[in-house]
């Protein structure tokens, strides 16, 4: 990520933690003192996060020094050494909590998004996050989405039109939605962003193809075979994205079916954290 959109985050995270100061270390350890500590691995997953932990570090002292001996995306078992910091021992015990708790959520989710991944193996379908993501951590958990071989949809709602149920039900149907958003986008010259248009059923997917003018259509809570008619509907016309509920046991049978997306929910809200500690040599 580009250190300009790290640095609020990683002042904010500190600030959080920090405040006045760190009190324990700042009481029971020597300004002085020198020491270095192991990024020591307890579980089994994809690791993510070595390179934030890297400008937190750097953030907290930039006297630290760091010996990365296992990078980001990389599979690892219980027992092995990913990092090595070494300097001041305030400012490592300062920074333990914070960077522990990034790298154990960030390896959480990429190492999710990664069993994903490989459940499509030889197909064309990439796995995409949603918004349903940890308020201010966002950024950092959609990282881990892509060090897990995953792909990122819209960053928020600004970057992308997606009519949802909602917005078609209040604006009086897809018709009347599709249009009013095409102009929307020509009025404040927004053109350049991309309109996802979200179906129910195929009653709804035939009155989408019929307006057309959107860049994408997710198939929401379709089951597989009514998606493999939805592809064979839309036949190459536009993009198709599936939704709603899908699980590990069944993501490869919508991509099978052919669709070009599956958006996944639990990667962000309901994966386990890799147990990670940081332990003094």
Known sequence: MNNKDLTPFI???LQEDIREGD?????????????????????????AGVELAQQIFARVDDMLQIEV??????????GEVAFFVEGRKQSILTAERVVLNCMQRMSGIATMTHRYVSELKGLKTQVLDTRKTTPGF?????????????????????????????????CGGITNAIL?????????????????????????LQEALEVGQM??????????????????????????????????????GYAEAGVDYVS??????????????????
């Open 23 to 47: 009190h324990t270390s700042l009481a029971c350890i020597p300004a002085t003192a020198m020491g270095k500590a192991r990024l020591l691995v307890k579980g089994n997953g994809i690791l």
């Open 138 to 170: 966002r950024a950092i958990e959609k990282w881990a989405v892509r060090i897990g071989g995953g792909t990122n949809h819209r960053m928020g709602l600004y970057d992308m039109l997606m009519i949802k149920d909602n917005h078609h039900d209040f």
């Open 264 to 281: 996944v929910g639990a990667l962000t809200h309901s994966y386990e954290s890799l147990d990670l500690s940081l332990k003094a040599v």
């Open 215 to 252: 860049d994408r259509i997710m198939l929401d809570n379709f089951d597989v075979p009514t998606t493999r008619k939805a592809v064979e509907l839309v036949n190459g016309r536009f993009t198709l994205e599936s939704s709603g509920g899908i699980t590990i046991e069944t993501i490869r």
């Open 11 to 13: 002042d904010h995270i």
């Open 180 to 204: 009013t958003a095409r102009k929307y986008l020509k009025d404040k010259n927004l053109e350049h962003l991309q309109i996802e248009l979200e179906v129910r059923n195929m009653d709804e």
């Open 69 to 78: 001996l296992i990078e980001d995306g990389t599979e690892v078992k219980f």
